[in-house]
């Protein structure tokens, strides 16, 4: 596999990070996963704009190839031959030579910038959208910025774990009562035609696919409720799902060992899958 790191294509036994760097010794990173269907980026603006409010809440540089990135990303497509599958960025805030609390000086340490892709063919055709997951409920005691996209995912790994654990495929993470979001998704209800799903706030991660999916609902004159929902609502609900840049719209049948619904994956969740695939793979880059 050939990957890019900070201006070089590389294979990756090649690609080295400093032991120093920011993001191994603090966490002090973002990222973005862009997916590729038939070859084309999917939502690619979108996930450039949520990579530069992440930057900027954080008081990060830009990399230099910044305003390179859709040529990069196509450049690796390229490269490794990906039809279907996904591209990582990171960027971090770069190596001091040391570990220290204080951010380096930007003027001195720039940041580092690395991306790779992972083939998944069959990606659009998951067999798993058939089936729907099963999701078991946690706290949420992440911290307090989930709107910023940083590498910080031990928690959210750790609930996948106990999800494992429990024979269930992913966790909803649950704060005052109410659902936040997925480990790595956002979560979503439909009651009587409603899809409810929680506001944007420093709550949740602001998803690039909500924004689509929504979108794509109101086109097509469903109705939308922005509002947060507890686990018994979502146990009682018609439906429920998720969504994301790698699953795109993933039905959800089990919550708690309490089927939702018939128990299995649901016509709104189907349809909004039909639409965001075909759509965003029409408006690809
Ligand atoms: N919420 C969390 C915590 C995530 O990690 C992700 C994606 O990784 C999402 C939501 C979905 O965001 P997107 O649709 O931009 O992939």
């Known amino acids: ?31 973005e996963v862009t997916s590729v269907l038939e070859g084309k980026l999917i939502d690619f603006d979108g996930h450039l704009a949520r990579l530069e409010r992440s930057l900027n809440e954080l008081d990060m540089e830009k990399p230099e190839a910044f305003d390179d990135l859709l040529e990069i990303h196509r450049k690796l497509v390229e490269l490794n031959d990906i039809d279907e599958g996904m591209i990582y960025l990171q960027v971090s805030r770069g190596s001091a030579g040391d570990r220290d609390f204080v951010f380096p000086d930007p003027e001195v340490v720039k940041p580092t910038l690395v991306l790779f892709t992972q083939s998944k063919p ?8 058939q089936k729907g997951l099963k999701v078991i409920s946690i706290e949420d005691i992440r911290w307090g910025r989930r709107d910023i996209k940083t590498v910080q995912l031990l928690y959210p790994s750790m609930g996948k774990m106990a999800a494992k654990k429990a024979g269930c495929d992913d966790a909803w993470l649950v704060e005052d009562g109410h659902v936040t979001e997925g480990t790595s998704n956002n979560a979503y209800i439909v009651k009587g035609g409603t899809i409810i799903t929680r506001d944007l706030s420093s709550d949740i991660l602001h998803g690039i696919t909500r924004a689509a999916v929504l979108r794509f609902a109101r086109e097509a004159q469903m109705t939308v409720e922005e509002r947060p929902f507890t686990i018994e609502e979502a146990q009682g609900a018609d439906e429920a799902f998720v969504t994301s840049a790698s699953t795109f719209v993933m039905p959800v049948v089990e919550i708690d060992g309490a089927k939702v619904g018939a128990g299995e994956p649901g016509p709104v969740a189907k349809r909004l899958r039909e639409i965001y695939l075909e759509e965003s793979i029409k408006s690809g880059i």
């Open 1 to 31: 596999r050939t990957v890019y790191l900070n201006g070089e294509y590389l294979p990756e036994t090649e690609a080295k990070v400093s032991i120093f760097d920011r993001s191994f010794l603090m966490a002090d990173g973002v990222y």
């Open 122 to 129: 069959g990606l659009a055709n998951n067999p798993v959208a």
